[in-house]
């Protein structure tokens, strides 16, 4: 069966200092995607990041950088310099490639508050 | 920027009425997906279709919950009747298709509250 687990319900961080996230999947699957959204108060959720399987290459966007481990089945998440803005509950989220569905397993998040 | 939409944004209801959601997902997207967000947990879904037809709705509590997609463009999600552990924010989702198009874009969600 397919699992995201979010080990960290929340975190506090004061402005400016970098974060990790943390995601463990399971899958029997050899081929799959992975996901981070990010949710704001407002509710909506926004899609910040998709990495498939076969690419273990780690990936830099502005403040953002995600950290695909297969071996260890980890898809870590850091924000560096984080802003007030940041402020949300960050979900990842796995799902089966090509399969009959393409619904996404969702992990429990994590909330994180940057401090000002 | 295209945008799902959803409404209502906020709802609440008594327990034993009827309740329905509506979602307008991205223009030319043919997979719309509605998943049910619990406070404190991660989304799960409902129901998927494939244009009008239903691809996934093996956790969707077929007794109260019914949803549709008539002409393969917007979607109504119904329940009926409420009960007070249906309280919780029901998303809207849609995609091109799946695999390497699979990438979902959210609406901004339904809260529903049932007293």
């Known amino acids: 069966a397919q699992k995201v687990t979010q080990a960290q319900t929340e975190i506090s961080v004061v402005e400016k200092e970098d974060v990790t996230l943390d995601c463990v999947y399971e899958?029997?699957?050899?081929?799959?995607?992975l996901f981070w959204y990010k949710q704001p108060p407002s509710g909506e959720l926004v899609f910040l990041i998709r990495?498939?399987?076969?690419?273990?290459q780690n990936e830099i966007s502005g403040r953002y950088s995600w950290n695909f481990q297969k071996s260890t089945s980890s898809f870590n998440f850091t924000i560096t310099a984080s802003q007030v803005v940041d402020s949300a509950v960050y979900f990842c989220?796995?799902?089966?490639?090509?399969?009959?569905?393409?619904?996404?397993?969702f992990g429990t998040g994590t909330l994180l508050a940057v401090q000002p | 920027e295209a945008e799902v939409a959803q409404s209502p944004r906020y709802k609440i209801t008594e327990k034993s009425q009827a309740v329905a959601f509506w979602c307008d997902p991205i223009s030319g997207h043919a997979t719309l997906y509605w998943y049910r967000q619990i406070l404190g947990q991660g989304p799960e879904l409902l129901v998927q279709?494939?244009?009008?037809?239903?691809?996934?709705d093996s956790q969707l509590p077929k007794d109260r919950f019914s949803a549709e997609r008539l002409k393969g463009v917007d979607s109504t999600l119904k329940i009926q009747p409420a009960e007070l552990g249906d309280s919780a924010m029901y998303l809207c989702a849609s995609s091109l298709g799946w695999g390497l198009q699979g990438e979902q874009y959210f609406g901004p969600g339904t809260r529903l509250t049932v007293t």
């Open positions: 279709f494939q244009d009008e037809s239903v691809v996934d």
């Open positions: 899958t029997r699957d050899t081929t799959y995607y």
């Open positions: 990495r498939n399987s076969f690419d273990e």
């Open positions: 989220a796995l799902s089966d490639y090509g399969g009959a569905t393409n619904k996404l397993i």
